[in-house]
């Protein structure tokens, strides 16, 4: 059975640009969250989507957003990109919310 | 707000100590609690869970962790570690019933051989 796949692995973007990072779950999981993992931070909440709904939400800027597809499958957009945004985002997928959150390798988005 | 803290941020241990690295949440009610592990340019696994029933629970590669309630504590043990356990440790928490998980600050094991 194939893992969390998240793509691209990596990205570089200029300040103020937007991205776009997918998330494909394992099969048959309906619920994907997602995480910002940083050195002074460490891992944070982005949100989570089950069933194609945004079921939690982190303490995050409006310019972070997400949805998911009825194929569960999950994209994160974030717009007018920051310094600050440099971070490994990561994607995590279970069969619902009581379930055991299995993690993708990340996407490593660098803003210059 | 929910919390996790992890008590040791960085830890340096000789092959064949032992471990216990501590975790305290912050939250009243019902949490489901996790240790996850990343080792160098790996992804995040799970080492093991606790929902619910006998507060000792085991997990992958020799690791065990205990949850003490009225501590609101889930420490994390191994009795004696080797040098491929080198890696950071995170121990999580998730209100019951959603999928929000709270990390902490993960700690930095090196396992000297």
């Known amino acids: 059975k194939a893992g969390v796949t998240q793509t691209p692995r990596y990205l570089i973007k200029t300040r103020g640009q937007q991205v776009t990072l997918s998330c494909s779950p394992i099969?048959?999981?309906?619920?994907v969250s997602w995480y910002q993992q940083t050195p002074g931070q460490g891992l944070q909440f982005l949100f989570e989507?089950?069933?194609?709904?945004?079921?939690n939400k982190g303490n995050f800027p409006g310019r972070f957003s997400g949805r998911q597809f009825s194929n569960s499958r999950s994209e994160m957009n974030v717009s007018t990109l920051e310094l600050g945004d440099s971070a490994l985002y990561l994607c995590?997928?279970?069969?619902?919310?009581?379930?055991?959150?299995?993690f993708g390798a990340g996407t490593r988005l660098s803003v210059l | 707000a929910q919390s996790v803290s992890q008590h040791n941020h960085h830890v340096i241990l000789s092959e064949a100590a032992s471990l216990e690295l501590g975790c305290n949440y912050s939250?009243?009610?019902?949490?489901?609690l996790f240790w996850y592990v990343q080792y160098p340019g790996q992804h995040l696994q799970l080492l093991l869970k606790?929902?619910?029933?006998?507060?000792l629970v085991k997990g992958i590669k020799g690791f065990e962790a205990e949850f003490i309630k009225s501590k609101f504590s889930f420490n994390l043990r191994k009795p004696s570690v080797q040098w491929s356990d080198t890696a950071e440790y995170f121990c999580?928490?998730?209100?019951?019933?959603?999928?929000?998980?709270?990390f902490g600050q993960g700690t930095t094991l090196q396992v000297k051989p």
């Open positions: 939250y009243g009610g019902t949490v489901n």
């Open positions: 099969s048959g999981h309906r619920s």
């Open positions: 999580a928490v998730t209100r019951v019933n959603t999928g929000k998980l709270i």
């Open positions: 995590a997928s279970s069969l619902g919310a009581k379930n055991i959150q299995y």
């Open positions: 989507y089950f069933s194609e709904t945004q079921r």
């Open positions: 606790y929902f619910s029933g006998d507060p």
